[in-house]
């Protein structure tokens, strides 16, 4: 008897569980309404950062710029170069689309939109466009803060990682990942070379070497 009530307790939590994950995906997918609006914080808690959808591909809003990660390293006496580790990943993923590298990729990619506070919310704009002193919209709520440390979090294993490659496991000190963000040139100019454009960098400031199982 004890043990088919607590089947029964399990089977119940999970299927409130399921019907709320459910619910709140159903309301954040679908258009702006009074119904997702009243109830906004409470479902992009439960879906960012981990069930976040991404339409970027699509209009209005395809991506417009390219983001490459260079990370160098820091032995307490030596400062390497800047590295550039994954286009190589990007040239190897483009020849054969069956290698795993574009789920590699998707690592420093994701933790680099998180850094920069890109979000498919398409609520956010909405919001920002009639109150842009809001918090949410400066990246300074709960959220967007946690989403920023975590993106820092990823791109410190990253770069300890990539310096474990280069200089050998367990002798960098300190990592420091820099984001480039290259706006190729407009549809008008397109004939121009690929890496015509502007490009802008972000470093991070040099954070503590973490050492990577398996690096």
């Given at each position: 008897?004890?043990?088919?009530?607590?089947?029964?307790?399990?089977?119940?939590?999970?299927t409130?569980?399921?019907?709320v994950?459910?619910?709140?995906?159903?309301?954040?997918?679908?258009?702006?309404?009074?119904?997702?609006?009243?109830?906004?914080?409470?479902?992009?808690?439960?879906?960012?950062?981990?069930?976040a959808?991404?339409?970027?591909?699509?209009?209005?809003?395809?991506?417009?710029?390219?983001?490459?990660?260079?990370?160098?390293?820091?032995t307490?006496?030596?400062?390497t170069?800047?590295?550039?580790?994954f286009?190589p990943?990007?040239?190897?993923?483009?020849?054969?689309?069956?290698?795993?590298?574009?789920?590699?990729?998707?690592?420093?990619?994701?933790?680099?939109?998180?850094?920069?506070?890109?979000?498919?919310?398409?609520?956010?704009p909405?919001?920002?466009?009639?109150?842009?002193e809001?918090?949410?919209?400066?990246?300074?709520?709960?959220?967007?803060?946690?989403?920023?440390?975590?993106?820092?979090?990823i791109?410190?294993?990253?770069?300890?990682?990539?310096?474990?490659?280069?200089?050998?496991?367990?002798?960098v000190?300190?990592?420091?990942?820099?984001?480039?963000?290259?706006?190729?040139?407009?549809?008008?100019?397109?004939?121009?070379?690929?890496?015509?454009?502007?490009?802008?960098?972000?470093?991070?400031?040099?954070?503590?070497?973490?050492?990577?199982?398996?690096?």
């Amino acid at each position: 008897m004890r043990n088919l009530l607590t089947a029964w307790l399990a089977a119940s939590v999970m299927t409130i569980v399921s019907a709320v994950y459910l619910v709140s995906a159903l309301l954040y997918l679908a258009p702006p309404n009074p119904v997702t609006l009243l109830h906004l914080p409470a479902i992009r808690g439960l879906l960012h950062p981990f069930f976040a959808q991404n339409w970027h591909l699509f209009a209005p809003n395809p991506i417009r710029m390219n983001l490459v990660l260079t990370v160098r390293c820091s032995t307490g006496a030596q400062v390497t170069p800047w590295l550039d580790p994954f286009t190589p990943w990007l040239a190897q993923h483009h020849r054969n689309r069956f290698s795993p590298m574009g789920k590699m990729l998707r690592v420093p990619q994701n933790a680099m939109f998180a850094v920069l506070g890109r979000s498919a919310d398409e609520w956010r704009p909405l919001i920002c466009r009639r109150t842009p002193e809001a918090p949410m919209c400066r990246g300074e709520d709960p959220a967007s803060r946690r989403q920023r440390d975590l993106g820092v979090f990823i791109l410190q294993r990253v770069g300890s990682a990539v310096c474990d490659q280069v200089a050998g496991s367990g002798r960098v000190r300190y990592v420091q990942p820099r984001i480039l963000i290259h706006e190729p040139p407009p549809w008008s100019k397109r004939m121009l070379p690929a890496g015509a454009g502007s490009t802008k960098y972000l470093p991070l400031p040099w954070l503590p070497y973490v050492p990577v199982s398996g690096s």
